[in-house]
C-alpha cells in the first residue's frame, strides 16, 4: 500500500523543537513537564534519562535544566539561573513573542490584557512579564469586571485560543478605548494541521487519522476527512489496524492529532507499507 | 411654554469652537470653507467679513487665514506660513489627533491604514501626514487590492465613520498581520445628539427637532424623538411653527440636527417661549 502522509499532521513546531532540545541534553530535567503528552514523556525519560522536575527547590548545583516549551513565569527563571544550573530554553519561538510583547507594553505604559486561561502555564509566563496594570480574560464578559489604568490597551492572546472570540474580545475593546494594539500570537498549527487533512482527504483512497479518541482535535480531524472521504479510520496506534480497510485501495493518507509523537506515527506507517 | 433643549444638539465641538475662532478674526480668510454649512458661513460673511480663499495662491502677505475644522494637508500648511501670512488654527482637535498619529506610526515604521473617503478634505489632511506606506478604504472590499510594506499596521478612521464597518475592516487586518495598531478616531457627536434627543422625548410633551428635511442626521433625530413622543415635529425654521401644536401641552423639548446653526435654534426658542 502506498503511504502519503498530510504536509502538515501531529505535533506542532515548538513540540518538535523542544523533544529535540530535550534528546541533545541526556541526564537533564524539564523544569514541568517538558509537553502535554506522556507518552513522549515517558520516551524521554527511557531513551534519554530525562528527568522532570515540579517545583524550583528540587534543583540542584550544575543540573542542567530545560524549560519547558510553555515557558515559565519570569521570576522562576530568574531564580533558576541564579541556582548555577544550566538552563536549556525550550520555551516555543511563539510564546516567547507574547512575553516579550508583554514587557515592552508593560514598560511603554499600556494597561496589559492576555486573552487566555489564567491557570495555563503560558499564560502564567506571559503575564508575569508585566511590570504594570494586567489582566487575564476568558471570555467576553470576563471584560465586565476589569478597569484598566490607562486608555492605552495592548493585547495577547494564548496561542491555542480561538480567533473569533479574541476579535470579540478586541472589538469590545476597541469602541471603549484610544488605541488598542492588537498582537496576533494565536498559533496557526492546529488550522495547518486541519488544513492539510482536508487537502490530503480529496486525493486519496483511505485515510488514517492518528489520535487519542478523546482528543478533541483528533476528532475533529477526522470528521473533516470524513467529509471527503468515507473509508476515513481514527485509530490510537498501529494495533488497531485491520487490513480489510484496504482492499482494492491504492493510496493511504496519514494525519495525526496535535498530541500524537512521531513514532507512533511512524509505526502505523510502516505497517500500512507492508500491507 | 417651556422649553427644554436636549443635553447636546446642533453642531459639535468642533464646529462650535472653529466658528468661536472665527469670530473672533473680523475681516481674516478661511482656507477652504470652514465648516460644511453655508447658512454660517455666510452669516460669518455677513457680520464678520470671513471671506474665503479657495486656493493657497490666493493668500496675500499679511492676511490672516483660518484653517478649516477638516484641516488641510501638510504641505498646503507649511506653505502657507512661508507666505507671512498668519495662520490661525481651527482644525477640529478631534481630526489633528488622527494627523498625529499618522505621521508617529509613519516614523515608527507602520503601514498605515485610514478608513475614509479619499477625497473628503479631513482624509487628504490625515493622509499627507504619513511620510510612508498609506492607503485608504472606504470598505471592507477595498483591502483586496492592497499590499502593505509592513506587517504591523496601524489604523484610523475618519471622524464621522460608521464604527461598525471600521471593526470588520481592522477584524481582517488582525486575522493577517502580526500586529494592528488602532486607534479609535470616530468621533461621538453624532450619537451624543442622538442619545440625548431619546432621554428628552421621553420626558417632554412636544419635541420640535430643527433641522433640514433632506438631513439624514436630523430624519433620524426626528424618527428616534418620535418612537417616544408622537408630538414630534421637524422643522427647518422658526417660520414653520403652528401654535396649535403646542395647546393642552406644558414642555416642548428641543433638539437640531448636526449642521443647524445655534442662532437658527435660538430663533425657535425664543418663538416658542412666547407660546
Redesign the interface.
Known amino acids: 500500500m502506498k503511504v502519503k502522509l498530510a504536509s502538515s499532521y501531529g505535533f506542532c513546531f515548538g513540540v518538535k523543537r523542544a523533544i529535540k532540545i530535550a534528546e541533545s541534553y541526556e541526564n537533564s530535567s524539564t523544569m514541568g513537564p517538558l509537553i502535554h503528552n506522556q507518552n513522549e514523556i515517558n520516551r524521554l525519560k527511557n531513551d534519554y534519562n530525562v528527568g522532570l522536575y515540579n517545583e524550583l527547590g528540587d534543583v540542584k548545583e550544575n543540573d542542567t535544566v530545560i524549560i519547558r516549551t510553555h515557558g515559565i513565569p519570569k521570576n522562576d527563571l530568574k531564580e533558576l539561573k541564579q541556582k548555577d544550573a544550566k538552563v536549556i530554553n525550550a520555551t516555543c519561538p511563539f510564546v516567547t513573542t507574547p512575553q516579550q510583547i508583554v514587557k515592552k507594553m508593560s514598560q511603554e505604559q499600556y494597561s496589559i490584557l492576555i486573552f487566555g486561561d489564567e491557570e495555563h502555564p503560558e499564560v502564567k509566563g506571559v503575564k508575569s512579564y508585566a511590570t504594570d496594570d494586567v489582566h487575564v480574560v476568558q471570555q467576553l464578559s470576563d471584560l465586565n469586571t476589569i478597569h484598566f489604568k490607562y486608555d492605552k490597551i495592548a493585547t495577547v492572546a494564548q496561542t491555542t485560543k480561538k480567533?473569533e472570540i479574541?476579535?470579540d474580545i478586541?472589538?469590545h475593546l476597541?469602541?471603549k478605548?484610544?488605541?488598542?494594539?492588537?498582537?496576533?500570537t494565536i498559533c496557526d498549527a492546529t488550522f495547518e494541521n486541519q488544513d492539510a487533512a482536508r487537502e490530503l482527504s480529496k486525493e486519496v483512497d483511505i485515510m488514517i487519522v492518528i489520535g487519542g479518541k478523546n482528543s478533541s482535535n483528533t476528532k475533529q480531524l477526522h470528521s473533516i476527512c470524513l467529509e471527503n472521504c468515507a473509508n476515513s479510520y481514527l485509530i490510537e496506534n498501529k494495533n488497531e489496524l485491520d487490513n480489510n480497510w484496504f482492499t482494492n485501495h491504492e493510496i493511504c493518507g496519514i494525519t495525526a492529532g496535535a498530541s500524537t509523537p512521531d513514532w507512533i506515527i511512524q509505526e502505523v506507517v510502516d505497517e500500512i507499507q507492508k500491507i
Open positions: 480567533k479574541y476579535l478586541v472589538n476597541i469602541l478605548n484610544k488605541e488598542v494594539r492588537v498582537f496576533n
